[in-house]
């Protein structure tokens, strides 16, 4: 009951409006600290969910060019395909083309060689029908000179040199026939093979211009396709980009986070310290008080008479009861402040309003209880 005296005591030494702006410029401070804290909290949590959503972003974008590049992979496989059986329809084509060349070349071989067999039957013909004529230009001349020959003997001669020259005039007709007819087959069979090759060519050519055009439509796809792998490529490295910078992003937003929790502790324990301190220099005033009051009581009760002991005590009662109110919200902000530091290091970010609440509780409580001390005295 000593100590309620020495608070009332100590109370009475200090003007009641400099100790409640004293008090509410702390709860002022504290409020505004804590506002602080938690604006940096929020940033950084605003910051930490916008670098999230940035990256949810990214990782459908990225996932959108996968699927992307697999259909082009797909496509690209498919069209590699498609180039390999051309390229295999091209080197069949060649092979056939090779072929027929080769068969038009035999063909023209053996047709230059029965022309030439048949050129060499004509110059043996030719050759023995000089000698025919030869031999009965001969005869003639013999048959000339040979003036006492009888006019039967040389008309027999005569039948029968021109049987002999009527004989190899038809067989001069039937090889100059038989070559003709040769000829002619040979000829016909010459436009007709020719026409075959020239068709034959002509759908060669048809179908090596058909696959050329494929294949450099093919390769213009491959092209096509290779550009839009360097886009590809591009994209993805701007992509890797946006997702180091958002990765950058969420860890400043944490380290920023931390720094604003480490700055709201701080907060506290330089509360708790100046609340100690207050606590402390009214404990060493209250001591100082006590020393005076004992004094004083010491003094008052030598000078007091018998009859004096009743009004002293319901003096002492009353400034018991003082302190005790005095101890009492003493107790309370203690309590309070436990509660402000037990409630920030479990939720960082408690309510505005309770917030507000808990510190308007601390302005008032002190002016309250000063009030109540005043009244009382």
Do not use: C
């Not at 997702?243 to 502790?265: C, D, G």
């Not at 008052?300 to 008479?305: E, M, Q, R, T, W």
């Amino acid at each position: 009951m000593a100590n309620a005296k020495v608070f009332k005591d100590s109370f009475r030494g200090y003007n009641k409006e400099d100790v409640n702006t004293y008090i509410a410029s702390m709860a002022e401070g504290m409020k505004k600290t804590l506002d602080e804290a938690e604006a940096r909290v929020a940033r950084a949590e605003r910051e930490r969910d916008e670098a999230k959503a940035e990256l949810e972003i990214v990782n459908k974008k990225a996932d959108e060019l996968a699927i992307d590049t697999y259909s082009a992979m797909q496509e690209l496989s498919a069209k590699d395909d498609q180039i390999a059986g051309l390229t295999a329809y091209l080197e069949e084509a060649n092979a056939n083309a090779q072929e027929t060349d080769a068969r038009i070349e035999a063909a023209v071989a053996e047709k230059e060689a029965q022309i030439k067999e048949l050129s060499e039957k004509l110059g043996a013909a030719e050759k023995a029908y000089g000698e025919a004529r030869s031999a009965i230009f001969e005869k003639e001349k013999e048959m000339g000179a040979k003036l006492l020959w009888t006019d039967q003997a040389f008309n027999s001669r005569i039948n029968a040199g021109k049987k002999e020259i009527e004989k190899l005039e038809a067989r001069e007709k039937a090889l100059t026939e038989k070559l003709a007819a040769a000829e002619s087959e040979l000829a016909s069979k010459s436009k007709a093979q020719d026409a075959r090759m020239a068709k034959a060519v002509a759908a060669k050519d048809a179908e090596l211009a058909k696959a050329r055009e494929e294949a450099h439509k093919a390769l213009a796809e491959v092209r096509a396709m290779n550009a839009k792998n360097a886009a590809y490529e591009e994209f993805n490295s701007r992509m890797n980009a946006i997702l180091e910078s958002a990765e950058a992003k969420a860890n400043a937003a944490v380290e920023i986070s931390a720094q604003a929790q480490e700055k709201a502790t701080q907060i506290i324990d330089e509360a708790q310290v100046k609340a100690a301190k207050i606590i402390a220099d009214a404990e060493e005033k209250a001591a100082q008080i006590v020393a005076q009051a004992q004094a004083k009581a010491a003094e008052a009760s030598k000078l007091a008479a018998a009859e004096k002991e009743g009004i002293f005590a319901a003096f002492t009662a009353e400034m018991r009861e003082g302190v005790d109110s005095l101890l009492k919200g003493t107790e309370e902000l203690k309590t309070r402040l436990a509660t402000v530091e037990t409630a920030t290091a479990k939720k960082p970010r408690a309510p505005r309003k309770k917030k507000e609440a808990e510190v308007a509780s601390l302005e008032e409580t002190p002016v309250q209880e000063s009030e109540e001390t005043e009244k009382k005295d």
